[in-house]
């Protein structure tokens, strides 16, 4: 079964549905490829699966070992390539994060590596330079 259903709208815009729960986003080509730039890229979505991925797969360890992450938030910079094909070349990925409790250097680098290990980051290709930064607040 498929996972999404997209359709284009016309005029550089998509439509696409999630089929399990419903959701809809709408995707434009971005300003400085020919678009209007009103909603998220493909390769805007990229960055923010990047990132988000990052931080839930945390939040799942977190969540096992009885830690609460929730206020933590990711950042990132997305920087495209300057000379052709046009792609993602970099990823700056800054994360800030909050715990209920406070960690042992061993929780925080458990944690870290799954940031590291995240199933998007793993799947982009190795040209894509994933910077990453966390803080803990």
Known sequence: ???VKTSYLGDLRTSSIHLQSGNQLITDAP??????????????????????CMLTTMAIVAQRDEI???????????????????????????LKMKANIALSAEQIKKLENTAHKCPVSLSLHPDVEQVVNIEWL
């Open 1 to 3: 079964m498929p996972t």
């Open 31 to 52: 300003t400085d490829n020919m678009g209007k730039g009103e909603a998220f890229s493909p390769t805007d979505l990229l960055a923010t699966a990047t990132g988000t």
């Open 68 to 94: 609460e992450l929730a206020g933590s938030e990711v950042e990132v910079t997305k920087i495209m390539s300057q000379t052709p094909p046009r792609k993602v070349a970099r990823l700056e990925i800054n």
